[in-house]
């Protein structure tokens, strides 16, 4: 079991929110300090991340979060130009953010039950934030779907 992927889920969300489309580059900018602060939020508390980008258990979601952060950067940053491979890019992420996260977390439940005495089972963040990241990537591929027939007329 791989805890620190019970991160990706946040650190995916960080890295959608400067991908909406908007027409003004300041609320992209926005989007990217949004997401920043969220992908940031996965740090580890003040005397541990001090060491955090060398120590072993914390080591892997420290620069996790930091590329997380400097992703909502570039993407706000690229603008427009990433417009074209956006809904790619949101699949991937909110795909890849997902399925490790759900692996894990059903890999780790029965050990918490075991540990509890009583069966423990998904909340209901869980159950949002997966269908919250799966309905972004149908949605992105429904678009994907549909672009050449909006191109033609």
Not at 2 to 14: F, G, H, M
Not at 21 to 30: D, E, Q, S
Not at 131 to 144: D, M, S, T, Y
Request: charge should be positive.
């Amino acid at each position: 079991v791989r805890l620190q992927a019970l991160y990706l889920p946040l650190l995916a969300l960080a890295v959608l929110v400067p991908t909406l489309r908007v027409g003004k580059p300041h609320i992209r900018w926005i989007g990217a300090g949004i997401g920043g602060i969220l992908a940031l939020a996965t740090l580890p508390p003040y005397p541990v991340i001090l060491t955090a980008w060398r120590t072993p258990g914390w080591q892997v979601p420290f620069w996790w979060a930091i590329g997380s952060a400097l992703c909502c950067v570039v993407i706000a940053w690229l603008g427009d130009r990433v417009e074209r491979m956006r809904p790619w890019l949101m699949i991937c992420v909110a795909v890849g953010g997902s399925i490790p996260a759900l692996r894990t977390l059903f890999r780790l439940l029965p050990a918490l039950s075991n540990l509890h005495q009583v069966t423990v089972r998904p909340g209901w963040g869980l159950w949002v934030c997966a269908i919250g990241l799966w309905a972004i990537a149908a949605l992105e591929l429904r678009h994907v779907a549909t672009r050449p027939k909006e191109q033609s007329q």
